[in-house]
DNA sequence: TCCATAGTTCAAGTATTATAGAAATATCAA
DNA sequence: TTGATATTTCTATAATACTTGAACTATGGA
């Protein structure tokens, strides 16, 4: 992923009701939500629903798909699994900086872990 | 973390010359980059540079030491950490939605690992 | 003291983004 | 066909954010 592709994401996440969607669509699972019921539990007037939801579309962290009147959301949580490696790569030279997510080194991790065992997630020697 | 709050961090890393330089000190490790050298790195005028390293001190992703005439900045990966924590927790309800980023169930996590093994990480079953 | 350097703040212009009413489109149901 | 519902597109307005020259502050060296 490069630096410009990554903003993008970033930028469409730095905002409180696309955070908001994309959260509930997280949380919500493969099955998704359709957008009425997001507008329902965000309370958002149809036309900045919308907005926000082609944004997040157009980027790639959901996915809408027609179902008769009803459109389904999803999360495309490929696409933050790359955000995140993106972020956290070559991350804190070998020291245990990400307790929480354990997401250190992601570009050996990315190559499917053959070489160059990590430290990360470990106390610094 | 609550959704305003990672939104604002969001948004900051949603530009490229902020993001450019928050990835710079993420691989520069806990030594950290001077102003300068980063305004060099990316090319920056210096009110440009100062205006986005102060928005991203704001929120907290950054920190600047004053040495004698320069400023030392470094990341803040306990902020970043709590971030990806924030965007990853509960998500895709037990699959293997993360492969990259193994960052899945961070609530558990957060709560020492004590608690309700995840099955996040491995192939659903 | 005087000058150079590192960095910030000010100010003004430019550009981008968000909001939401009104109108339009699409689908279904009666 | 008519009406209702889900969603988008259009439009205008409002708000926010980015950029950078110029001026300013702080520090260290000669």
Redesign the interface.
């Known amino acids: 992923m490069e630096?410009?592709n990554?903003?993008?994401?970033?930028?469409?996440?730095?905002?409180?009701s696309?955070?908001?969607i994309f959260?509930l669509l997280?949380?919500a699972?493969?099955e998704g939500l359709f957008a009425s019921a997001i507008g329902e539990k965000l309370g958002l007037p149809a036309p900045t629903l919308s907005f926000h939801l082609s944004h997040l579309t157009r980027v790639g962290l959901i996915r809408g798909q027609k179902e008769s009147r009803f459109i389904r959301y999803a999360a495309e949580?490929a696409t933050?699994?790359?955000l995140?490696?993106f972020?956290?790569s070559?991350?804190?030279?070998g020291?245990a900086?990400?307790?929480?997510?354990?997401?250190c080194d992601?570009i050996a991790?990315?190559r499917k872990l053959g070489d160059s065992p990590s430290s990360c997630g470990k106390e610094p020697s």
Do not use: F
């Open positions: 630096t410009l990554a903003a993008e994401l970033l930028a469409a996440l730095g905002h409180e696309r955070l908001s959260r997280v949380e699972g493969t949580y933050m699994d790359e995140i490696a972020l956290t070559n991350c804190c030279q020291e900086c990400l307790p929480k997510t354990s997401a992601t991790k990315r």
